[in-house]
């Protein structure tokens, strides 16, 4: 068998990790997490775990199961924040790296399974909830309805992955790195030339 040939086939390895968008490597995120990582603090031990659990659930392998990366993903947020497996503590607490535009989003109207009654909170900690009830589902071992993998149009899965990394650099912001870690690399390097003209 040749590479070209028609029934040339080969797979590629189970953990091969293949990044689904090709993005710039951003020396300034990297230089911003090397210099949490080395300051030895609590927040930069809860960032240094956080991406520990995120780069579990990312893990392009077979051997972890969705279920598995729902708990990852979660775990990630408790370090990250501190709260435990509190979820209401979450909710309190993600304003604490939601961007100020997250912030501003109107409050949704629901009722929680722990307390009767109507409750307010930034749709942030409304998706939150949802998430931690497929989570404990999981951990309990039972039986998942199709819908709670949902959340809207996308796979928890996919919003949490988004959403972790999206806390672990409001983190870093809030701990004094510059505001500009929010915008990719190309759109920082176009603010910084039309600064210069």
């Given at each position: 068998m040749r590479l070209g040939d028609a029934d040339a086939h080969f797979e590629s390895p189970g953990e091969l990790v293949i990044p689904a968008l090709d993005k710039p490597f951003d020396d300034a995120y990297e230089s911003a997490l090397y210099e949490e990582h080395v300051k030895d603090t609590p927040s930069s031990r809860r960032i240094a775990r956080a991406l520990d659990w995120l780069g579990i659930a990312w893990r392009n392998t077979s051997a972890i199961e969705i279920g598995t990366r729902v708990v990852a993903l979660r775990a990630g947020f408790e370090v990250l924040l501190g709260v435990g497996d509190s979820?209401?503590?979450?909710?309190?607490?993600?304003?604490?790296?939601?961007?100020?535009?997250?912030?501003?989003?109107?409050?949704?109207?629901?009722?929680?399974?722990?307390?009767?009654?109507?409750?307010?909170?930034?749709?942030?900690?409304?998706?939150?909830?949802?998430?931690?009830?497929?989570?404990?589902?999981?951990?309990?071992?039972?039986?998942?309805?199709?819908?709670?993998?949902?959340?809207?149009?996308?796979?928890?899965?996919?919003?949490?992955?988004?959403?972790?990394?999206r806390a672990i650099k409001e983190t870093l912001i809030r701990a004094g790195h510059s505001e500009n870690l929010r915008h990719d690399p190309a759109r920082r390097e176009l603010a910084r030339r039309v600064t210069q003209s």
């Open positions: 979820t209401r503590q979450f909710g309190s607490r993600s304003a604490n790296f939601s961007t100020p535009t997250e912030q501003l989003e109107l409050t949704a109207l629901g009722r929680s399974v722990a307390r009767p009654g109507p409750i307010a909170m930034i749709d942030l900690g409304w998706w939150f909830q949802s998430f931690s009830l497929l989570r404990n589902s999981i951990m309990h071992g039972d039986e998942v309805a199709m819908h709670s993998w949902q959340h809207g149009e996308h796979n928890h899965v996919w919003v949490a992955e988004d959403r972790l990394r």
